[in-house]
């Protein structure tokens, strides 16, 4: 499955507990640019740059489906340089919280 289709099936991923209080726009700067809007619980996905984001995620396709699916861990890929973050770091830090990775796969 491409990251596109990953990023279009977070809506069905969401955990509306977690994001309950969160408004929020994340950035996904892949090869065709994606966007999130986060919304007290609810989610929705926009093709393209976003106006203007809290978080930006910066990484490979590749690297961002084994993100989004959990084959890969958020901070071993930021450490080991495969993920590039701009914006709000504590966001990013809770960013793996916010859905249900099984969803995703």
């Known amino acids: 499955m491409s990251v596109n289709n990953i990023i279009r099936k977070m ?14 726009t994340i950035q996904y700067k892949i090869t065709e640019p ?6 007290n619980g ?6 393209g740059i976003a106006p203007s984001s809290d978080l930006t995620l910066i990484m490979t396709d590749d690297n961002l489906a084994a993100l989004l699916t959990g ?3 958020g ?3 930021f450490m080991s ?3 590039k973050v701009e914006g709000d770091m504590m966001l990013a830090q809770r960013l793996p919280g916010f859905f249900d990775t099984s969803k995703l796969a």
Do not use: F, R, S
């Open 75 to 77: 901070i071993t890929a």
């Open 34 to 39: 994606m966007y999130l809007v986060i919304n």
């Open 11 to 24: 809506p069905e991923a969401i955990n509306p507990v977690a994001t309950a209080n969160l408004q929020t």
């Open 42 to 47: 609810n989610c929705t996905v926009h093709d």
């Open 71 to 73: 084959e890969l861990n």
């Open 81 to 83: 340089g495969k993920l």
